[in-house]
């Protein structure tokens, strides 16, 4: 589990690495979805806006780290 409670779906900063991982509680509900968004960031396919807020770039966005971070409520399942 993330401290944001986030899952982690994308490229990595290794070439050629990829994750899903962090699904949390809801895993079995979100494994189709997160697997295919992770197909599209291996097969470099037109990905949705929230693909990079799910990967690890995310922490690189500190007004998005910031927000996250401000929030008391991290939708604990």
């Known amino acids: ?6 899952s982690l779906i994308g490229r990595t900063k290794v070439d ?10 809801f895993g079995s509900m979100a494994a189709c979805a997160a697997g295919s968004l992770c197909a599209d ?10 693909a990079k807020p799910l990967s ?4 690189e966005d500190t ?13 604990m399942l």
């Open 63 to 75: 007004a998005l780290m910031s927000d996250i971070r401000s929030r008391r409520n991290k939708g």
């Open 41 to 50: 960031w291996v097969a470099g396919g037109k990905k949705p806006r929230f």
């Open 1 to 6: 589990m993330t401290d944001e409670n986030w």
């Open 16 to 25: 050629d690495l990829y994750i899903v991982a962090a699904l949390s509680g």
């Open 56 to 59: 690890i770039a995310r922490y």
